[in-house]
Nanobody, 122 residues
Framework: QVQLAESGGGLVQPGGSLRLSCAASGFSLDYYGIGWFRQAPGKEREGLSCGSGGYGDVYYADSVKGRFTFSHDNAKKMMWLQMNSLRPEDTAVYYC???????????????WGQGTQVTVSS
C-alpha cells in the first residue's frame, strides 16, 4: 500500500527558500513515477514535478522551472522539493505523490499524502 507523508512547510518571506520532505513507504521508488503537486484555495491542482524513480528526465511546470528542484533517494525512500525565490503566488498546500507522464501531456497523480502548507508572505 502506497503511503506518503510530507513535512517541511511553513511561513516564509517572498524571495526566501524552503525545503519540503516526503517519506514514502509501501512501494519501491525504483519502479514508480514520483513528484509533487500543489493546491491553492479556489485554484485547480497544479502539477509541479514528476520524474522516474530511475533518476531520468524530470518534468517541471513552467511556473517553477529554475526555482524548484526535485530530488529523491530511493534507498532511503525519501524525496524532496527545494523551493527557492518563493513568491506569494506559491502559497498552497503541497503534496508529494506517485505520478505518470503521458508524452507531452501534464503528469497525472495517483496517490498522495496529507499535504503540507506553504505560505509566502511578508
Amino acid at each position: 500500500q502506497v503511503q506518503l507523508a510530507e513535512s517541511g512547510g511553513g511561513l516564509v518571506q517572498p524571495g526566501g527558500s524552503l525545503r519540503l520532505s516526503c517519506a514514502a513507504s509501501g512501494f519501491s521508488l525504483d519502479y514508480y513515477g514520483i513528484g509533487w503537486f500543489r493546491q491553492a484555495p479556489g485554484k485547480e491542482r497544479e502539477g509541479l514535478s514528476c520524474g522516474s524513480g530511475g533518476y531520468g528526465d524530470v518534468y517541471y511546470a513552467d511556473s517553477v522551472k529554475g526555482r524548484f528542484t526535485f530530488s529523491h533517494d530511493n534507498a532511503k525512500k525519501m524525496m524532496w522539493l527545494q523551493m527557492n525565490s518563493l513568491r506569494p503566488e506559491d502559497t498552497a498546500v503541497y503534496y508529494c505523490a506517485t505520478c505518470r507522464r503521458l508524452g507531452a501531456l501534464k503528469p497525472l497523480y495517483d496517490d498522495w499524502g496529507q499535504g503540507t502548507q506553504v505560505t509566502v508572505s511578508s
